[in-house]
């Protein structure tokens, strides 16, 4: 159990201090050296990508109505702060101009890039029989499959506090300039065809650092108030997200090594 003062986002953040210090300097991005290995990223990444928006639909639905008859909830800032973060991923602007999610952006990034995006398409059309049983079905690769349901057994029935940080710490912040780098040399490489997922990267990681990570960081603490032990739940939350991640990196790496 961590000890902390009233509204003290500091203290989540140095909590998880080694954990940021483990994903800002994991191997799986200086491993990545040609489009095999991005291929075997992009089709494991693009599963934590719709985990991602599963967390953050989690928190309109308990924060905001979004059913018929529609009843107040009295999301007042939380809800606000929620709604303009929701705005950008479901609807932001894409690389033709067009409105597009950002994981509608990074599908597409990956049919660019020749990816294969059957296991998410096959896993999308069986959502119907639950999560887990869609990831079954889909073939979906190993590491993504533990990494989703890690992430659905942390969200069932947790309070709106502890999913508020699931989304706010994890988010791609930590992912380095390094990853940006390399994926423009593999794309001149490729002669052109990450355009669509590197416009994903620069769209993505540059509104979570400016916008959406201040934004969730606030909303944690209008959610957490005086209550220490909401603070504490939420900084537990924070952390186990966070090691799922460098987790889910681990495997990856190792498939890729594999490969």
Not at 171 to 179: A, D, G, H, K, S
Not at 223 to 229: A, F, G, I, R, S
Request: proline share 3%.
């Amino acid at each position: 159990m961590f000890k902390f003062l009233k509204n003290d986002l500091l203290k989540i953040l140095d909590v998880t201090q080694t954990e940021r210090d483990t994903l800002f300097n994991h191997k799986i991005y200086s491993s990545i050296h040609d489009m095999n290995h991005l291929h075997i990223f992009m089709e494991n990444h693009i599963f934590a990508v719709w985990d991602f928006m599963s967390i953050l639909k989690t928190l309109q639905r308990d924060l905001t109505c979004t059913e018929i008859p529609w009843i107040p909830k009295n999301g007042g800032t939380p809800g606000r702060l929620l709604n303009e973060i929701v705005t950008e991923e479901e609807t932001d602007i894409n690389i033709y101009g067009e409105y597009s999610s950002h994981f509608e952006m990074y599908y597409q990034g990956m049919q660019e890039a020749g990816a294969n995006t059957q296991p998410i398409e096959k896993f999308l059309s069986r959502l119907d029989e639950g999560v887990e049983n869609a990831l079954i079905k889909s073939d979906a690769p190993k590491a993504a499959t533990r990494f989703v349901n890690r992430t659905f057994s942390l969200l069932n029935k947790a309070p709106i506090h502890v999913v508020a940080s699931m989304f706010t710490f994890g988010r791609e912040e930590v992912i380095p300039n390094m990853f940006r780098s390399i994926i423009d040399k593999i794309d001149q490489d490729a002669k052109g065809k990450l355009k669509t997922f590197i416009y994903y990267l620069d769209r993505h990681i540059g509104i979570d650092e400016d916008e959406h990570g201040p934004a969730a960081l606030k909303m944690i603490k209008e959610l957490c108030k005086e209550d220490d032990n909401k603070w504490n739940e939420a900084a537990q939350a924070a952390k186990k997200t966070m090691q799922a991640r460098v987790k889910f990196w681990d495997e990856i790496l190792l498939q890729m090594n594999q490969a």
